[in-house]
């Protein structure tokens, strides 16, 4: 049986960010498990991430976005994505070096979490994008836009429009 596009898309999203969360989900539930700190959810959460760890991971996230929809683009502003990834991966690099350094944890707790939402939005509605385009085709219809890019592309490289 075939998933329908958005259900695929759904289901990688959410397979990507269970991997990809794997190393806080355990660090937290460590927390809460351990001896020494027997804490409750949201506590051994903040502890995990009161450093800006979830920046940085938003960061790591973006990057791979960015190659992908920079090298093969479901969006139609492909500059202007791409602007706002390296952006974003700047930014994040130098809050979380300045949390770092001047240990602003209340600040850094608050850009960790926005960060992260915006990244997984971004994340999200590019999978939902890329599926549209590649399971809501038929194979013809697929073929027929490739074959009409291709026809395209030799035409603007022959210089006949």
């Known amino acids: 049986m075939k998933l329908h596009w958005s259900l695929s ?15 806080f989900i355990v660090g937290i539930l460590t927390m809460m498990l351990s001896a020494k700190w027997s804490s409750d959810f949201p506590t051994a959460a903040t502890e995990v991430i009161s450093r800006g760890e979830l920046v ?3 960061t790591t996230l973006m990057a791979p976005i960015a190659y992908a929809v920079l090298r093969d683009p479901p969006v139609k502003y492909r500059g202007l994505f791409g ?5 974003s991966i700047l930014v994040g690099g130098i809050v979380y070096a300045i949390g770092y350094v001047d240990s602003f944890s209340a600040g850094i707790i608050k850009f960790s979490v926005w960060t992260f939402l915006i990244t997984i939005s971004v994340f999200l509605s590019l999978l939902l994008v890329d599926h549209k385009v ?17 026809l395209d592309a030799y035409k603007r490289h022959k210089g006949v429009e």
């Open 83 to 87: 602007l706002f990834c390296v952006s």
């Open 56 to 58: 940085i991971y938003s």
């Open 9 to 23: 898309a759904g289901f990688e999203f959410l397979v990507n960010m269970v991997i990809s969360l794997s190393p």
């Open 134 to 150: 590649k399971l809501g085709s038929s194979a013809p219809e697929i073929h027929q836009k490739e074959s009409k890019t291709l």
